[in-house]
């Protein structure tokens, strides 16, 4: 069983990045994808981005494109998000999950399509 740890999170100022880290013990990702969510108070968990298990492909919200990049680490046993410009909109509480079936070339924007999810890391973002 994988067991996936998020870290990275905290309190910072409009305009502000942030680095994310989603980190696996028990078992690697191997030849897994990996996807980042986030859920905000009073809201449905939603889709951020996503990235392949080779790193070939990444995938991104709308609402993070151009501000948002995804990468495995060199040993690819962590998945790094890197947020930039942060705006209080990315408020939330920032989970990573594994994709459910293996080697897959797209990525799915969809939560149940992942599972084995960490207890996510809380970004805050002040004006």
């Known amino acids: 069983q994988v067991q996936l740890v998020e870290s990275g999170g905290g309190s910072v100022q409009a305009g502000d990045s942030v680095r994310l880290s989603c980190a696996a013990s028990g078992r690697t990702f191997s030849r897994y994808g990996v996807g980042w969510f986030r859920q905000a108070p009073g809201k449905e968990r939603e889709f951020v981005a996503a990235i392949t298990w080779t790193g070939g492909n990444t995938y991104y919200a709308d609402s993070v494109k151009g501000r948002a990049i995804i990468s495995w680490d060199n040993a690819q046993t962590t998945v790094i998000l890197d947020m930039m410009a942060l705006k209080p909109d990315d408020t939330a509480v920032y989970y990573c999950?594994?994709?459910?079936?293996?080697?897959?070339?797209?990525?799915?924007?969809?939560?149940?399509?992942?599972?084995?999810w960490g207890q996510g890391t809380q970004v805050t973002v002040s004006s």
């Open positions: 999950a594994v994709d459910k079936f293996v080697m897959r070339r797209v990525m799915s924007s969809r939560a149940h399509e992942y599972h084995y």
